[in-house]
């Protein structure tokens, strides 16, 4: 069998060819420009998680600062109690055991909503009683 | 309309009165705002379970004491109607075995 080489073929197939190789070479610069944007996004992400880190960090310090001892100023005594020492929660509220800041006395403070937001049946009770209008 | 407040003020009063062996004592209150308005109570301080607990663990009691406790119960809510109070909310789970700390 006589094998045919049309010099006219044989250009467009090696025109081809070129471009081929032309087209690979952009493909692997477009790789490699991704890879770095993938690099930088990864540093990104490492520091975003630093980040991260140190803000619940600071909202743990925070939360627990809120859990600090609270104190209330009844009858000229004030009295201080902290969020562990619950006794127990009833449907108005919760009541904590509560010490003397002098030390004489440990009573018991129930805490209720008194604005007319849920939860407030205390509230609701005194409203029922000397408003009956309201 | 008087301010949610006052109202508050207005009971303690009343609520202030009542002196009964049968009823937590009432020490005073205060109102503080941390962040939300809060209405804080001052009672005794009683050690014990409550009695829902109490029934809980030491099952139905015999008649003759459950007769007892719930004539000192039935005493103390008669000192609380004398001053015009409806407890509305009267439950084991409300209601302590008697045992003063002070």
């Known amino acids: ?134 | 309309m008087l301010h949610p407040s006052h109202l508050i003020q207005l009971r303690c009063l009343v609520v202030q009165s009542i002196k009964h062996p049968n009823v937590v004592n009432y020490k005073g209150h205060a109102l503080i705002e941390d962040p939300i308005k809060l209405l804080v109570i001052g009672m005794d301080l009683v050690v014990g379970q409550s009695y829902d607990k109490y029934l809980e663990r030491n099952g139905a009691l015999p008649w003759e004491s459950a007769a007892k406790d719930f004539t000192q119960l039935v005493e103390g809510m008669g000192a609380v109607h004398a001053k015009g109070i409806l407890h509305r909310d009267l439950k084991p789970g409300c209601s302590l075995p008697f045992q003063r700390l002070f």
């Open chain 1, 1 to 134: 069998m006589k094998m045919d080489i049309d010099p006219a073929k044989e250009s467009t197939f090696s025109a081809e060819a070129e471009r081929l190789k032309k087209e690979i070479a952009t493909f692997r610069e477009e790789l490699s420009s991704v890879s770095d944007k993938v690099e930088s996004l990864q540093k990104k992400m490492v520091t975003m998680s630093t980040m991260e880190r140190k803000i619940l960090s600071v909202m743990d310090r925070k939360k627990k600062e809120g859990e600090k001892p609270r104190s209330v100023e009844i009858r000229g005594k004030t009295f201080t109690w902290h969020q562990d020492d619950k006794l127990g929660e009833g449907a108005m509220g919760s009541v904590f055991k509560a010490k003397a800041k002098d030390g004489t006395e440990v009573i018991a403070l129930k805490l209720a909503e008194y604005t007319g937001s849920r939860n407030s049946r205390e509230h609701e009770n005194l409203m029922a009683r000397t408003c009956p209008q309201c």
